[in-house]
Nanobody
C-alpha cells in the first residue's frame, strides 16, 4: 500500500521560511511525478509545484522565486523549501504522487502578518 506522509508545517512570521518534507512508502519512488498542492479555507486546492522523475520542475506563478521543490530518491522524499513567506501562503499543504493518484494527509502552514 502506497503512503505519503508530510511534515514540517507550522506557524511562521511573514518573511520567514519553512521546509516541508514528504516521505513515500510502498512504491517505486524514483519514477513518479510528485507535487505539492495547497488548500486555503474556502478556496479550491491548487497546484503549487511539481517535479518529474528527471528533476524538471514547475511552479505556480505566485510562488516562483520563493519556493523550491526538490527530491531525494535515495530517501523516498520530496521537499518544498518555502522562503519569503506571505500571509496568503497560509493553507494546508498536500503531497501528491501522480501514479496511483495518492495523497498525503496534509500539513498546516500558517503565516502571520
Amino acid at each position: 500500500q502506497v503512503q505519503l506522509v508530510e511534515s514540517g508545517g507550522g506557524l511562521v512570521q511573514a518573511g520567514g521560511s519553512l521546509r516541508l518534507s514528504c516521505v513515500a512508502s510502498g512504491t517505486t519512488f524514483s519514477t513518479n511525478f510528485l507535487a505539492w498542492y495547497r488548500q486555503a479555507p474556502g478556496k479550491l486546492r491548487e497546484l503549487v509545484a511539481g517535479i518529474s522523475s528527471a528533476g524538471s520542475t514547475n511552479y505556480v506563478d505566485s510562488v516562483k522565486g520563493r519556493f523550491t521543490i526538490s527530491r531525494d530518491n535515495a530517501k523516498n522524499t520530496v521537499y518544498l523549501q518555502m522562503n519569503s513567506l506571505k500571509p496568503e501562503d497560509t493553507a494546508v499543504y498536500y503531497c501528491h504522487m501522480l501514479r496511483g493518484d495518492v495523497w498525503g494527509p496534509g500539513t498546516q502552514v500558517t503565516v502571520s502578518s
